[in-house]
């Protein structure tokens, strides 16, 4: 069984900063590319960024709106994928999912942005 | 960014019936490599989304053939036959040619 668990959400004052974490098993996560996806609240999807597996040197992209101030990271080893968000704004409140590029989705991982 | 527009916003059905949602880009989504990475997912209240098909047609696993996506270039459409109460909730295009990825505004599915 798929298992997807995403934690480090929570409650964050603006300039703040996040380290969300994301736990798979279930699945070969080596093979596969990795995603976070946000939801604002009432809101639809937003891609926020993507890192690649070893066959493509774990290369990575992101939203421009979030650039310079998101990383993206993994660590195969433990089938774990990592989203470190910095400066954060009201604008960032939403929920945090992590995707096996889309396929696999988890339960997500509330950040809430708010003096 | 590829713009995907979704129509309509929203849709009423009764159980049993058929609808079809429309998903255009402002971009060709045919990919270099000649693939077509147009997604269309399902949320439903309080869950997170669901693949339900890949690459324009194809079926993830576990989804059943009532869900059939056609289409393409710019033009796609999924289309719901003899609709259940389980299939309610908001549905999404998404195209993975070009980043950044994006996703259509969505389609709620409500009952009549």
């Known amino acids: 069984e798929v298992q997807i668990l995403e934690t480090g959400g929570g409650l964050v004052k603006p300039g703040g900063s996040l380290r969300l974490s994301c736990a798979t098993s279930?699945?070969?996560?080596?093979?596969?590319?990795m995603n976070w996806v946000r939801q604002a609240p009432g809101k639809g999807l937003e891609w926020v960024a993507q890192i690649r597996n070893k066959n493509y040197n774990y290369a990575t992209y992101y939203a421009e709106s979030l650039e310079g101030r998101v990383t993206i990271s993994r660590d195969d080893s433990k089938s774990s994928v990592y989203l470190q968000v910095s400066s954060l704004r009201a604008e960032d409140t939403a929920i945090y999912y992590c995707?096996?590029?889309?396929?696999?989705w988890g339960q997500g991982t509330l950040v809430t942005v708010s003096s | 960014d590829v713009v995907m527009t979704q129509t309509p916003v929203s849709l009423s059905v009764s159980l049993g019936g058929q609808v079809s949602i429309s998903c255009r880009s402002s971009q060709s989504l045919v990919h270099n490599n000649g693939n077509t990475y147009l997604s269309w997912y399902l949320q439903k209240p309080g869950q997170s989304p669901q693949l339900l098909i890949y690459k324009v047609s194809n079926r993830f696993s576990g989804i059943s053939d009532r869900f059939s996506g056609s289409g393409s270039g710019t033009d796609f459409t999924l289309k719901i036959s003899r609709v259940e109460p389980d299939d309610l909730g908001v549905y999404y295009c998404?195209?993975?040619?070009?980043?950044?990825?994006?996703f259509g505004a969505g389609t709620k599915l409500e009952l009549k």
């Open positions: 995707t096996s590029h889309f396929a696999y």
């Open positions: 279930g699945f070969n996560f080596n093979d596969y590319f």
């Open positions: 998404g195209q993975g040619t070009q980043y950044p990825n994006t």
